[in-house]
């Protein structure tokens, strides 16, 4: 019996269309042969039974050459019409899927996987590293756990020692750099000054470029102070002396 002959049921409007094995399988076609082609392709998808050769020369518009050669090649004649392989495969695939669609409604749908019972053990298959519960072990959901603490920053630099002193090499560059400075001076105000900075404004990463930029900024004035102090000292051992020559 042929498959077309149990197929009593719903019709198919729909069949998928392999671009690329057509292509490979037609290319040698007319535009005419290839019309032809698919008239007939669609007639047996639709109707889903062999086409017989009047039914063809209908379905071809009156080019029974080409219809025929399409035939030929393409097509299984049969004592039913001609068939096509590929039409019942797909046929075939569609009322099997559409049956199995049937049953499943009838059963409610499709079968739901089923879920672990209350008090069962999941399966070690979806978690292969989760030791299993037993039945004396219990989750508590109450337990909230912490989120982790992102580390606290760590200082950059140091501070400068309390007991520091001028080291040689630094007073050298100093003098070579500008000389005149009252180095003792520039120094105590120095370490005065950062000693007493509090926070992380009072740490450095690099105390001897610290020591430079401080000498370039207070040399000015270390200068300006020094000649002021000059003058005013003058000035005074000068009032005394004219105070002296009055007595």
Aim: contains cysteine; hydrophobic residues 30%; proline residues 6%.
């Amino acid at each position: 019996m042929l498959f077309f002959e149990t197929l009593t049921e719903t019709s198919m409007h729909y069949y998928q269309h392999n671009i690329g094995d057509y292509a490979r399988d037609t290319g040698h076609l007319s535009v005419l042969e290839h019309g032809i082609y698919r008239l007939i392709l669609d007639w047996c998808y639709l109707n889903e039974k062999p086409i017989t050769t009047e039914q063809a020369m209908r379905v071809g518009r009156g080019n029974p050459t080409e219809t025929q050669s399409v035939l030929s090649e393409f097509f299984s004649q049969t004592s039913d019409g001609w068939t096509h392989k590929r039409v019942v495969a797909e046929m075939q695939h569609y009322h099997q899927k559409t049956q199995r669609n049937r049953e499943n409604g009838a059963k409610g749908g499709r079968p739901k996987p089923t879920n672990n019972p209350v008090g069962s053990q999941p399966d070690a298959k979806h978690n292969p590293n989760q030791e299993p519960i037993t039945n004396n072990q219990t989750t508590d959901k109450s337990v909230v756990v912490a989120p982790p603490q992102a580390a606290a920053p760590t200082a950059i630099g140091s501070r400068l020692p309390t007991e520091w002193t001028l080291p040689e090499p630094w007073r050298e560059w100093a003098e070579a750099e500008r000389p005149g400075l009252n180095l003792a001076v520039v120094a105590a105000s120095f370490k005065d000054f950062w000693i007493a900075k509090p926070g992380k404004d009072g740490r450095k990463s690099d105390w001897q470029a610290t020591w430079r930029n401080w000498v370039r900024n207070q040399r000015q004035n270390t200068q300006q102070s020094g000649r002021s102090n000059t003058n005013r000292y003058a000035g005074a051992a000068a009032a005394i002396f004219e105070d002296a020559t009055h007595v």
